[in-house]
């Protein structure tokens, strides 16, 4: 069983910082891409930024040159840095990541999502 946990949202104003951090735990052979997505009320959930193991990147158009998003192989995680903020950053952001994990008699490859953390952005 494995779990992502997320933590680093919050509430700040409008130009501000946040820093997203998502931790996998649990058995787990690899992970491919790690990502971030979000989902504001009433829309639908986008992806915000993806990271693949070898370290590529690519970012929604609405983010880029403000967010970077970074991970650690040895440690599972995966961060989002986000900066400039603005109030239509405003949503729940979930983290994203493409796992192999151990099975019985071989591996299994799926994709799992965090619980979620709330980023409110003050006009």
Do not use: H
Not at 33 to 42: I, L, N
Request: charged share 15%; glycine share 12%; hydrophobic share 35%.
């Amino acid at each position: 069983q494995v779990q992502l946990e997320e933590s680093g949202g919050g509430l700040v104003q409008a130009g501000g910082s946040l820093r997203l951090s998502c931790a996998a735990s649990g058995s787990i052979v690899t992970i491919n891409a790690m990502g971030w997505y979000r989902q504001a009320p009433g829309k639908q959930r986008e992806l915000v930024a993806v990271i693949t193991s070898g370290g590529s990147t690519n970012y929604a158009d609405s983010v880029k040159g403000r967010f970077t998003i970074s991970r650690d192989n040895a440690k599972n995680t995966v961060n989002l840095q986000m900066n400039s903020l603005k109030p239509e950053d405003t949503a729940v952001y979930y983290c994203n990541a493409d796992l192999v994990t151990p099975q019985a008699t071989g591996v299994r490859r799926y994709v799992d999502w965090g619980q979620g953390t709330q980023v409110t952005v003050s006009s």
